[in-house]
């Protein structure tokens, strides 16, 4: 891997006067450090993120500068053996703020007093973009915010700080953002012209502020805070920050971070259906993929953490979760619990046959298949779900889970990407056209009936019209019940960006995706219709005047009628169905989206 820091983002931060984690150096030192590694390119600005200083770290520079102070050759070179290692750059966050105001270093911090850390009743809004990971990171920085005095609001206009969280994964959900932000700035000046409301603060949290930190500050000047997604438990002293009219930046990524003490608040305290994390950042390195960039490496939150959450749901009367992480089936818990069982300490996971990874596998531990079996175990009655896994990730023992598992919904996301085996290789997928269908197959042949969907982008680096076609009879082949289509967005920082050109043109692009729109649309119309006359099992979660809304167990969005429903086929006994009240119904029609049924 190519090892490249900001040096000026550094000495940025290691100026900072701030509780144990920052300290004042001498960029001259600062430089020093690096020259201990030997880099084979040159160190700009546009390369990955900042990562904290250890303490041990810290240590190294001070001895250089000891050294440099009493030294007369100022080209004086240091052995790489003296110098600091990259675990010595890398400090994960748990450690961060574990109690933001002890001072373990004598360090004093005049412009942050106790109070200023407590919210004092102020409103928050937040507005949310992007995936359920991003949902779920909105409830544990709410309950951050809520744990310190902060009060939420459902008015913009209201809200005294306003927390945008953001999407960086293709260019059309960043141009919301901006689009958003533009609006905010003209809110906020109108809100400072009333001298009598409190100043309203904008903040950027997520994978844009982490992907344009720097953007945000100088192209919006409205932003008043910059938080990336591992540096949410430092929000309260970054709002405290900006309440002396400075701005606040927190982009540093973590190797460890999972939120894992936090227990998220639910946005929706009424709803039926939550949403629980369990792993954060993803390895796979996809070429056109940003993730890595901006959530980090994969990290797995310990199974224990896991369980109390999903006791605790299923107590307030949850009836479905979803396990979430950006590659969620790749979870692997070595943490010191093994009374769950989990795989030797020598020994790999296994990936699924004619998959291969770009990344070491880990060894031992705790894996998605023994999670999985702990939280199916803890309410019969509560459906599990999971998403976004990677199709390498499904050995027979998660089949066979779902498989005799009632309340492990049979419905899976098997992304492909492309149903071209060279365009797969450039995007660095790790299989074949041939493995994924062999998956397919077998996947079937585990869970006859089970519902497939999956991701596909056209218009990727060098995509031929042949390539292009190979997509489309992939889509044909497999049948999916529900599928996510997207034309090719370049973002920088990828693989992609710097190794490919972006030649597919944006006016073809938008024809290819048109096209595979319509043919997904029939194929799925024609998967939904064989279905039709079945028995299913839904879970209602939305109610309006006219209908109810809810999925049965394969992820499909049923419409109800309102009103009384048979208590059975047989009864003449109605009773009114409230959100979450499981009902058996008879598929009666159907379209790609939703199907309308009666009960």
Not at 501 to 510: M, N
Not at 562 to 567: C, D, K, M, T, V
Request: hydrophobic fraction near 35%; charge should be positive.
């Amino acid at each position: 891997m190519k090892l490249k820091y900001k040096l000026n983002e550094l000495f940025c931060y290691c100026t900072q006067i701030y509780t144990r984690k920052y300290y004042t150096l001498n960029k001259n030192i600062v430089h020093n450090v690096f020259k201990a590694f030997p880099f084979k390119h040159n160190i700009n600005n546009n390369d990955l993120p900042l990562c904290r200083f250890s303490q041990e770290s810290v240590s190294v520079v001070k001895t250089l500068q000891s050294s440099s102070s009493t030294t007369t050759n100022p080209t004086k070179k240091y052995n790489i053996n003296d110098g600091p290692g990259l675990k010595d750059f890398l400090q994960g966050s748990s450690h961060y703020l574990e109690d933001p105001l002890q001072e373990s270093c004598n360090v004093e911090v005049p412009y942050i007093e106790t109070n200023c850390l407590q919210g004092m009743n102020r409103k928050v809004y937040f507005d949310v973009y992007g995936c359920q990971m991003n949902v779920n990171d909105t409830e544990v920085v709410w309950s951050i915010l809520k744990n310190v005095g902060y009060t939420r609001t459902n008015s913009m206009e209201d809200a005294d700080i306003v927390l945008v969280v953001t999407c960086a994964i293709r260019e059309g959900a960043e141009s919301k953002v901006w689009n958003k932000l533009q609006m905010l700035k003209g809110l906020k000046k109108k809100r400072a012209q009333n001298k009598c409301n409190t100043p309203m603060k904008i903040g950027v949290l997520g994978c844009m502020a982490e992907r344009l930190k720097h953007q945000l500050i100088e192209k919006e000047q409205a932003v008043d805070l910059v938080a990336g997604p591992d540096s949410y438990k430092d929000l309260p002293r970054l709002l405290a920050v900006t309440d002396n009219n400075q701005t606040a930046v927190n982009v540093l990524l973590s190797l460890d971070e999972t939120y894992a003490d936090i227990l998220p608040v639910r946005l929706n305290q009424d709803s039926v259906t939550a949403f629980v994390s369990i792993m954060r950042g993803c390895d796979n390195m996809c070429t056109y993929c940003i993730v890595p960039f901006t959530r980090g490496r994969e990290r797995s939150r310990p199974i224990d953490s896991i369980l109390e959450e999903v006791r605790l749901l299923s107590q307030q009367g949850v009836k479905e979760i979803t396990l979430l992480g950006q590659n969620v089936n790749s979870y692997r818990d070595l943490s010191n619990e093994t009374h769950y069982g989990g795989l030797p300490a020598n020994e790999e996971t296994h990936l699924v046959k004619g998959f291969r990874t770009v990344y070491k596998r880990k060894k031992g531990g705790l894996r998605f298949a023994d999670l999985l079996d702990q939280v199916s175990r803890v309410d019969p009655n509560m459906r599990v779900r999971f998403t976004s896994p990677h199709p390498k990730d499904f050995p027979d023992e998660v089949l066979q889970l779902i498989q005799e598992r009632a309340n492990i919904c049979r419905s899976l996301h098997l992304p492909a990407q492309s149903g071209s085996s060279a365009v797969l290789e450039r995007m660095r997928r790790g299989y074949t056209r041939e493995a994924y269908l062999d998956l397919v197959s077998h996947i079937r042949k585990w869970l006859p009936g089970v519902s497939l969907s999956s991701d596909f982008i056209c218009g990727f680096c060098g995509e031929t019209e042949q390539e292009y076609q190979e997509t489309l009879s992939l889509i044909k082949q497999v049948g999916y019940d529900m599928a996510y289509l997207f034309s090719y967005s370049m973002r920088e920082k990828t693989t992609a960006h710097r190794r490919f050109e972006d030649d597919v043109a944006l006016e073809t692009k938008k024809l290819r995706h048109m096209k595979m729109t319509t043919l997904y649309r029939q194929e799925a119309e024609k998967v939904n219709k064989a279905k039709i006359g079945e028995l299913q099992l839904v879970l209602p979660s939305k109610r309006s005047e006219s209908n109810m809304a809810g999925r049965n167990d394969g992820n499909t969005k049923v419409i109800l009628p309102a009103g009384g429903i048979p208590e059975s086929s047989s009864s003449q006994v109605s009773r009114d169905v409230k959100p979450g009240d499981y009902v058996v119904v008879l598929k009666s029609a159907v379209n790609c989206q939703s199907a309308p049924k009666k009960p």
